[in-house]
C-alpha cells in the first residue's frame, strides 16, 4: 500500500468510527452527549475498579479477536475490520479519559494557586505538586 492510499484509508476509518460512536453510545453515554464516558464511571464505582479499567475490559475482548486474526488468519463472529473499529474507538475513549484527567489537574492547580495555602492537593488517587 502506498501512502496516499494509506492516508485516504486512516481518514476513511476515522470517519467510519465517528459514526459507529454516535450510533453506539447512544446506549451508554449521557443521552444528551454531556458525558461520554458515562458507562464506564457507572461501571467502575459498582465494581469498585478505576474507569480506564472498565474500559480496558471493554476492549480486551476486540483486542483478543486481532491477536485470533493476527495467528490465524481469520475470525469467525465478526469481520476484522470491525473488531479494529471498535479497538480505535475504545482508544480514542481511554485519550478522553487522559485528557479529562489532565484538565483536572490543572483546575486543582489553578485553584490551589489563586486560593493559596496548599502544596499538595489529591486528585483522585493521584498527588499533585503545586506550583
Not at 468510527?17 to 457507572?42: C, T
Not at 469498585?48 to 471493554?58: N, R, S
Request: with cysteine; hydrophobic share 35%; aromatic share 6%.
Amino acid at each position: 500500500m502506498n501512502k496516499l492510499d494509506f492516508l485516504q484509508l486512516m481518514d476513511a476509518m476515522h470517519e467510519e468510527e465517528k459514526a459507529e460512536h454516535q450510533r453506539k453510545s447512544a446506549d451508554y453515554a449521557e443521552r444528551d452527549g454531556s458525558n461520554v464516558l458515562a458507562n464506564f464511571e457507572r461501571v467502575a464505582e459498582r465494581l469498585g475498579i478505576t474507569p480506564e479499567m472498565a474500559l480496558a475490559v471493554y476492549a480486551h475482548k476486540h483486542w483478543d479477536a486481532i491477536m485470533a486474526y493476527c495467528k490465524y488468519g481469520d475470525v469467525t463472529s465478526e469481520g476484522i475490520e470491525g473488531r479494529i473499529k471498535d479497538a480505535r474507538v475504545y482508544l480514542a475513549l481511554l485519550r478522553g479519559m487522559v485528557e479529562q484527567e489532565k484538565e483536572m489537574q490543572s483546575r486543582v492547580r489553578i485553584e490551589n494557586c489563586v486560593g493559596g495555602g496548599n502544596t499538595h492537593s489529591e486528585v483522585g488517587s493521584n498527588t499533585v505538586e503545586n506550583p
